[in-house]
């Protein structure tokens, strides 16, 4: 029971600790921060500690519903999953088996080398239907579906690369997954069959639904072509950035799910661009800033919040409800800062940031506090606060984050899990990434439910607790510049399907380690980091040490 009090308190106190730290959290540039002294330190290690129950609780729960759950639905025969009885790919496929992915790159990696490569080989050998493009697995039929719609096809495809693949693969770099985003990619594209001035695209974008495709293949496009540096991607994704930049007045008739892809999509576009200097900007800028401000003004509420859709659009949703993707948009509003140089709505956005910490929103979340909503709502919050760092804004995260998707009061051996559906799926996607906040993206090898790991930033370095009820020898494993090591970026893009970077390693840098207790000293490399920093720990010994590089010193 003192535990689970000490953890409710952490939520309300951590980000009291983070600013007592005098710390830019998560993400801002280290050189605004002040070297660490003695207060800062201890100020740190008191946000660890706060931070490692809440991390732990989330990650144990989340080990949990991986073998308790989700796993389960694994089909013995075909190796696919079976979750609500179907393998799909705009379900299934898209919004489920990312997410087993990443519960066992975080809890179980084994799992992941294991059983859960091992769809990905059958849902190869097995769905292929129009070249390398897949089709739904009929269970019944021991089959394929039947004659699937070209749409359906594509739809599907497009899903599963985006929400999918891109999620694996953003964790895993250029390993199997990578392989299959490739080979649907380019069978999307050699069967693209709508007309433009500008070439064949795979979707028209008159359907809403579609307007998604067409902001998914951007993001996908635009990350295989950082990947490989082969020019054919970038040639596709300027078919559909010609498509909609040459468009007048060009705004997305939705704000949340499907219309909200195309403007993250055309703001990576931009950012990649901008990397390679490209003509096309002169066009591409003018012309997406027309739509960030059109977005502001006919889809904003008040307070900075998406509706679900822009003023003036025939809809089904209440007028002037808010959309759970309000994040999700912003996303392409930072990359346009980004790719321009200059902070246009980086005010903007704090502000929507800070006005979390209203009354409306801080007892009633933001569109709705159901679990998928709630989710999607959080996500893009913590994509935003990354890059963002506000007070209001991490204690709404720490608020509902608990409140509606993790349920820490309830002793975890009691806990309800969530389903093996799509939506519940999305809400462990957005746990770990809010878990990953509260260990600034270390991992604990092999993870266990007694284990609570948490740290917090300390210059450019952390502090990092790690508590056990029982005796434990493993490994930390630090997180690296996966943007510009995995998917090639030279900056660190705002995107979507994506864990962001808390604290990050350099491979031939060197960090000095420093046990708390002890004084001691060890120096390592950002390889040697990355590898896995050797610990014990238990009951009456936590490990507590700082990592720091060692030019701050």
């Given at each position: 029971?003192?535990?689970?009090?000490?953890?409710?308190?952490g939520?309300?106190?951590?980000?009291?600790?983070?600013?007592?730290?005098?710390?830019?959290?998560?993400?801002?540039?280290?050189a605004?921060?002040e070297?660490?002294?003695?207060?800062?330190?201890?100020?740190?290690?008191?946000?660890?500690?706060?931070?490692?129950?809440l991390?732990?609780?989330?990650?144990?729960?989340?080990?949990?519903?991986?073998?308790?759950?989700?796993?389960?639905?694994?089909?013995?025969?075909t190796?696919l999953?079976?979750?609500?009885?179907?393998?799909?790919?705009?379900?299934?496929?898209?919004?489920?088996?990312?997410?087993?992915?990443?519960?066992?790159?975080f809890?179980?990696?084994?799992?992941?080398?294991?059983?859960?490569?091992?769809v990905?080989?059958?849902?190869?050998?097995?769905?292929?239907?129009?070249?390398?493009?897949?089709?739904?697995?009929?269970?019944?039929?021991?089959?394929?579906?039947?004659?699937?719609?070209?749409?359906?096809?594509?739809?599907?495809?497009?899903?599963?690369?985006?929400?999918?693949?891109?999620?694996?693969?953003?964790l895993?770099?250029k390993?199997?997954?990578?392989?299959?985003?490739?080979?649907?990619?380019?069978?999307?594209?050699?069967?693209?069959h709508?007309?433009?001035?500008?070439?064949?695209?795979?979707?028209?974008?008159?359907?809403?639904?579609?307007?998604?495709?067409?902001?998914?293949?951007?993001?996908?496009?635009c990350?295989?072509?950082?990947?490989?540096?082969?020019?054919?991607?970038?040639?596709?994704?300027?078919?559909?950035?010609?498509?909609?930049?040459?468009?007048?007045?060009?705004?997305?008739?939705?704000?949340?799910?499907?219309?909200?892809?195309?403007?993250?999509?055309?703001?990576?576009?931009?950012?990649?661009?901008?990397?390679?200097?490209?003509?096309?900007?002169?066009?591409?800028?003018?012309?997406?800033?027309?739509?960030?401000?059109?977005?502001?003004?006919?889809?904003?509420?008040?307070?900075?919040?998406?509706?679900n859709?822009?003023?003036?659009?025939?809809?089904?949703?209440?007028p002037?409800?808010?959309?759970?993707?309000w994040?999700?948009?912003?996303?392409?509003?930072?990359?346009?800062?980004?790719?321009?140089?200059?902070?246009?709505?980086?005010?903007?956005?704090?502000?929507?940031l800070?006005?979390?910490?209203?009354?409306?929103?801080m007892?009633?979340?933001?569109?709705?506090?159901?679990?998928?909503?709630?989710?999607?709502?959080?996500?893009?919050?913590?994509?935003l606060l990354?890059?963002v760092?506000?007070?209001?804004?991490?204690?709404?995260?720490?608020?509902?984050?608990?409140?509606?998707?993790?349920?820490?009061?309830?002793?975890?051996?009691?806990?309800?899990?969530?389903?093996?559906?799509?939506?519940?799926?999305?809400?462990?996607?957005?746990?770990?990434?809010?878990?990953?906040?509260?260990?600034?993206?270390?991992?604990?090898?092999?993870?266990r439910?007694?284990?609570?790991?948490?740290?917090?930033?300390?210059?450019?370095?952390?502090?990092?607790?790690?508590?056990?009820?029982?005796?434990y020898?493993?490994?930390?494993?630090?997180?690296?510049p996966?943007?510009?090591?995995?998917?090639?970026?030279?900056?660190?893009?705002?995107?979507?399907?994506?864990?962001?970077?808390?604290?990050?390693?350099?491979?031939?840098?060197?960090?000095?380690?420093?046990?708390?207790?002890?004084?001691?000293?060890?120096?390592?490399?950002?390889?040697?980091?990355?590898?896995?920093?050797?610990?014990?720990?238990?009951?009456?010994?936590?490990?507590?040490?700082?990592?720091?590089?060692?030019?701050?010193?």
């Open positions: 029971m003192i535990q689970r009090m000490k953890a409710k308190r939520f309300k106190a951590s980000m009291k600790g983070l600013l007592a730290c005098g710390l830019a959290f998560l993400g801002a540039p280290s605004a921060v070297p660490a002294d003695a207060k800062a330190t201890k100020a740190a290690f008191e946000q660890a500690e706060r931070s490692a129950p991390a732990g609780y989330a990650l144990s729960k989340v080990q949990r519903w991986l073998h308790e759950v989700a796993l389960p639905c694994q089909d013995p025969e190796k999953l079976k979750m609500r009885g179907v393998w799909n790919y705009s379900n299934t496929a898209a919004d489920c088996y990312p997410f087993l992915c990443w519960a066992a790159y809890t179980d990696i084994e799992a992941l080398k294991g059983p859960l490569r091992e990905l080989h059958a849902e190869i050998r097995l769905c292929n239907h129009l070249d390398r493009i897949p089709a739904p697995y009929d269970f019944d039929r021991g089959a394929k579906v039947a004659e699937p719609s070209r749409d359906t096809l594509m739809f599907g495809a497009s899903e599963y690369v985006k929400d999918g693949l891109i999620a694996i693969v953003e895993t770099g390993d199997e997954w990578f392989d299959r985003m490739v080979a649907i990619e380019e069978d999307l594209w050699k069967h693209a709508v007309d433009t001035p500008y070439g064949k695209i795979p979707s028209d974008s008159r359907p809403v639904r579609d307007v998604e495709v067409d902001g998914e293949q951007l993001q996908a496009l990350r295989l072509y950082r990947m490989t540096g082969e020019r054919k991607y970038l040639i596709w994704a300027e078919r559909l950035g010609d498509y909609y930049f040459e468009r007048e007045d060009f705004v997305p008739p939705h704000l949340r799910d499907h219309g909200c892809e195309i403007v993250g999509g055309l703001g990576l576009l931009a950012g990649i661009e901008s990397e390679i200097s490209s003509p096309k900007l002169r066009t591409y800028l003018p012309a997406m800033k027309k739509m960030l401000d059109a977005i502001l003004v006919r889809g904003t509420s008040p307070d900075g919040f998406m509706y859709a822009v003023e003036g659009v025939k809809t089904n949703f209440k002037g409800s808010l959309s759970d993707g994040g999700y948009n912003y996303v392409g509003f930072l990359c346009y800062d980004m790719a321009v140089g200059k902070p246009h709505y980086r005010d903007r956005i704090e502000q929507t800070k006005n979390l910490g209203k009354p409306a929103y007892q009633g979340g933001v569109a709705g506090t159901g679990g998928d909503s709630l989710a999607d709502s959080a996500e893009g919050a913590l994509y990354s890059r760092p506000v007070h209001e804004g991490f204690a709404w995260v720490d608020r509902w984050v608990d409140r509606g998707l993790i349920r820490s009061h309830v002793p975890l051996a009691e806990a309800r899990l969530w389903g093996a559906n799509k939506w519940e799926s999305n809400c462990v996607r957005t746990v770990l990434i809010y878990a990953t906040m509260h260990t600034q993206g270390i991992l604990a090898r092999p993870w439910p007694d284990v609570q790991l948490g740290a917090a930033p300390l210059g450019d370095g952390v502090a990092v607790v790690l508590v056990t009820s029982k005796p020898q493993g490994t930390l494993v630090f997180d690296i996966r943007h510009r090591e995995y998917m090639g970026f030279k900056k660190d893009w705002p995107r979507m399907n994506t864990v962001p970077e808390w604290f990050t390693v350099e491979a031939d840098r060197s960090y000095v380690v420093t046990d708390r207790a002890t004084g001691t000293r060890k120096t390592l490399t950002g390889n040697q980091l990355r590898e896995g920093l050797e610990v014990r720990a238990g009951p009456a010994e936590p490990a507590q040490f700082t990592v720091r590089s060692e030019r701050e010193r």
